[in-house]
């Protein structure tokens, strides 16, 4: 998706019962610092041969956060806009852009706090949460290498900062796995 088309979804996303409407002035620097740098990042990736849309990315990390839209992403006081993020793509449509959206962050330590009654009916393999992709490994290491007021970082320590904030889950593994994850991707644009 194209990063025109992403902007009019988070439009229409807007208009949803349940929205939080400032979500778009609260993450502006955020969503918009994320695409850019994913865009920026996936042409030197294309660059060197790897098979990555730097357009179609540039979209998928302005809308990386759309879940963050609805209080509902709450659940047992963790944020899980993921997957809340990823459900309403797939309701628009957009599976491509779900799939790689529901995979960012922490989502696959945040998926074994969900009961049956947060997934309302659906069924979840944690392991679909689980970046494996080029597009949704990408994601995750831009999103952690861009503070909440849009500035570039350190992923290291964004990844720190999450200590404190996610008591509830495995944040140690999570961020193994995340780090090791970051290094490759660095590795890949040597």
Known sequence: ???????????????????????????QAHISSVSYNIY??????????????????????YLHDIGRCFGSSYRHNVDFHEYVGARLLNVMGYSEEADIIKRHGFSFEKSKLLTEDDLEGNVLNPFELLPTNLDAMLLCYIDDS?????????????????????????IENGITRLAKMYKNIEEMLK
Request: hydrophobic share 30%; with cysteine.
């Open 40 to 61: 920026e990042v996936a042409k030197k990736l294309n660059k060197k041969g790897y098979e990555i849309s730097p357009e179609e990315m540039e979209g998928v990390g």
């Open 146 to 170: 861009v503070d909440s007021s849009g500035q570039k970082c350190r992923w290291e320590d964004r990844l720190n900062n999450c200590r404190g904030k996610y008591q509830k889950i495995d």
């Open 1 to 27: 998706m194209k990063i025109k088309e992403a902007k009019e979804l988070v439009q229409e996303a807007m208009h949803i019962k349940d929205c939080v409407l400032d979500f778009p002035l609260k993450y």
